[in-house]
């Protein structure tokens, strides 16, 4: 299986409620970063939580990391319609001068308004 | 410019055919990536340049794939003898890595590949 796995791969919730998606990883990582995807087109970056971080806050993205886990959850709370489309995360590796970045399978996210 | 640009947007191309996708990057981004992903699944990395490094070209999936980056901005992804699994949308990332905590990567709006 690959670096960056997430769960569910689809979610599907009503407007209003709060939606929840995990990423398990399976090396070391300098940072792990989430993005969207509309439509699958260019991937947009929401927020980037750093290796000795544990909780960061975003607007209604709340994301937390737990690395002795390997394990990273995206809380989008009171989602809208607007919130639909695909969430990956991406854990990003610095070595030798490069970084590195993998990309999970994604959480296709359906709110239903 | 402001963000990074690919082109074309989309291409239809007859099975053998070679095609070549081109990104423009973010001017002053000393790292850019090309990823590939088919139809409702993930990303799957292809080649990452760095400054002036020797490319990680380990994503490439076969000998058809080639990618050059010139003068450490535009660069240019080939596929040659196209076969129809190479349809599916490849998209280009770029970063400055300057920064290990640079804020994250932009995209562009990758192109969409056809082999019919």
């Known amino acids: 299986s690959q670096q960056g796995e997430e769960d569910p791969q689809a979610l599907s919730i009503q407007e209003g409620e709060n939606a929840t998606m995990n990423c398990s990883y399976k090396?070391?990582?300098?940072?792990l970063q989430w993005y969207r995807q509309n439509s699958g087109r260019g991937l947009v970056h929401l927020i980037l939580?750093?290796?000795?971080?544990r909780e960061k806050h975003s607007g209604r993205l709340r994301v937390t990391l737990d690395t002795s886990k390997k394990s990273s959850s995206l809380l989008i709370t009171a989602s809208r319609a607007a919130d639909t489309a695909s969430y990956f995360c991406?854990?990003?590796?610095?070595?030798?001068?490069?970084?590195?970045?993998?990309f999970g399978t994604g959480t296709k996210l359906q709110v239903i308004p | 410019g402001a963000g990074v640009s690919q082109s074309p947007s989309n291409k239809v191309t007859e099975k053998g055919k070679d095609v070549e996708l081109r990104c423009d990057p973010i001017?002053?981004?000393?790292?850019l990536y090309w990823y590939r992903q088919s139809l409702g699944q993930g990303l799957e990395f292809l080649i990452y340049?760095?400054?002036?490094?020797?490319?990680?070209k380990s994503g490439l999936p076969s000998d058809r794939f080639s990618a050059e980056r010139t003068g450490g901005s535009v660069s240019t992804l080939t596929i040659q003898r196209t076969q129809q699994e190479d349809s599916a949308v490849y998209l280009c990332?770029?970063?400055?890595?300057?920064?290990?905590?640079?804020?994250?990567?932009?995209f562009g709006s990758g192109t969409r590949l056809t082999v019919v």
């Open positions: 991406a854990t990003v590796r610095a070595s030798g001068g490069y970084q590195k970045v993998t």
């Open positions: 090396t070391s990582i300098n940072n």
């Open positions: 939580i750093r290796s000795n971080e």
């Open positions: 001017s002053g981004h000393t790292a």
């Open positions: 340049f760095q400054g002036n490094s020797a490319p990680d």
């Open positions: 990332a770029s970063i400055w890595t300057g920064d290990e905590w640079a804020p994250g990567y932009t």
